[in-house]
Each structure stands twice: as C-alpha cells, then as structure tokens.
C-alpha cells in the first residue's frame, strides 16, 4: 500500500522515542517529523506535509487542542489522532471540537494504533473504547437532564445509511464499497450532511449524530 507519512508531537522525548519504534513496525508508516509542542509543529508543518500528526494534549507554550486548531485553520486537510495519558472530558471536548479524527489513549495496544492509522488515513474516524465509553456516558447525562433538542432537519433514507456508516468509522471509499455508489456521490451526500446541520467536519456530525440521538452507540 502506499505510504503513510506521520509527524508525532509530544513533549516527552522518551515517548517520542518507542511511540516512533512501534509506528516503524508498520511497513507502510514513515515518521517524517516530531516536535515537542505545538510552536514546533506549526514551524515544522511550513516543509513537511504529513498525511497524519499524532498529537499529545498536554504540552507547554502551544498544547494540542491550540495547535491542532492553528494548524486546521492553516492546512485544513491535515488528518490528526489525538493522544492522552488519562481520560479527561474536557479536553475530549475540545479536541474534538477542533476537528480531530481520531482519539486514543497512550497505552492502547499495537493492534489499535495500527486500525486508528488505517481509519483515519481512509477518511474515517476512530475511538478508543474508552473514549467511547466517556462520550456514551456524557451524552446519557445529557439525555437524562432532559436537554432540549433543537428541531432536528430532515434526511434522505441515502443520507441516513451514508450518515451511520460514518459514525461507525468508515471513510468515503468504504462506505462507497459497501452501497454501491461512487465515492464522489458519498463527499455531495457529506456536504449536504454538514450543511443540514451547521457542523464543519466528519468528527463534529458524529457528536451531532449521537447528541440528538440519530444514531445510538
């Protein structure tokens, strides 16, 4: 297959060093890159151009939900993989709100890293069950808050089945595989998703989607 380029940011060299010897492992995964804060990042981002960042949250002089803004804002078809030691669902929020594909913790295993690399690089989006779990019980807070739904719009039976295989992770040319249309088709079925629902990303219309209940974890 083809090559994967991979830039990883984190601010804990010793992290740096066996996180880049596992990607290694993977034939198709060159590590381009690394910076150990956002601000090198954004630097480093200026020549190299990689098809994923591994991003830590928690860094000094720019952090991970700052520099993956920055750097959206900037190269808006970056992908990036959020990384974090512990659960915390306030930073989840704000990653993903700033437009992360992926979200996993530090320890997962080898197998995971290498299915969120793969998901992501295929235009979807992944979660470790953790992070699921966190999002799961969140949101049936907010359910059982009772939280006014705002009036949902109408969809398409095609935008439904397009719309629930992107909160299973898949990307477009999967989904494309699997119902038979072409994977240009998927992106203006995509569009009209995030025009109906005011969202800018694929991470964000899978929040709006499970927030108000269209597709159910």
Do not use: W
Not at 19 to 40: H, K, M, T, W
Not at 66 to 75: F, G, H, P, Q, W
Not at 91 to 112: H, R, S, T, W
Not at 153 to 163: A, M, N, S
């Amino acid at each position: 297959m083809e090559t994967i380029k991979v830039i990883l940011v984190d601010d804990h060299k010793i992290f740096r060093d066996g996180f880049r010897l596992l990607l290694q492992s993977f034939p198709y995964v060159d590590v381009i890159c690394e910076a150990s804060n956002g601000l090198e990042l954004l630097k480093v981002l200026e020549d190299n151009i990689p098809d994923i960042i591994f991003m830590d949250i928690n860094m000094p002089h720019v952090d991970g939900v700052e520099a993956s803004k920055r750097a959206l804002e900037k190269y808006p078809d970056l992908k990036i993989i959020a990384l974090t030691t512990f659960l915390d669902d306030d930073y989840l929020e704000q990653m993903l709100m700033a437009g992360v594909e992926a979200y996993m913790l530090k320890n997962a295993d080898i197998e995971e890293f290498e299915k969120a690399i793969l998901k992501v690089y295929s235009g979807g989006n992944y979660f470790s069950a953790e992070i699921v779990a966190l999002l799961s019980d969140k949101l049936n807070i907010l359910r059982s808050r009772k939280v006014q739904q705002m009036e949902l719009p109408e969809f398409t039976d095609r935008e439904k089945e397009i719309l629930e295989l992107i909160c299973k992770g898949f990307g477009n040319k999967e989904i494309a595989e699997k119902i038979f249309i072409s994977p240009k088709t998927v992106e203006k079925h995509k569009s009209s998703l995030f025009q109906k629902t005011g969202v800018l990303n694929t991470v964000n219309l899978v929040i709006f989607s499970f927030k108000h209940q269209i597709v159910n974890f």
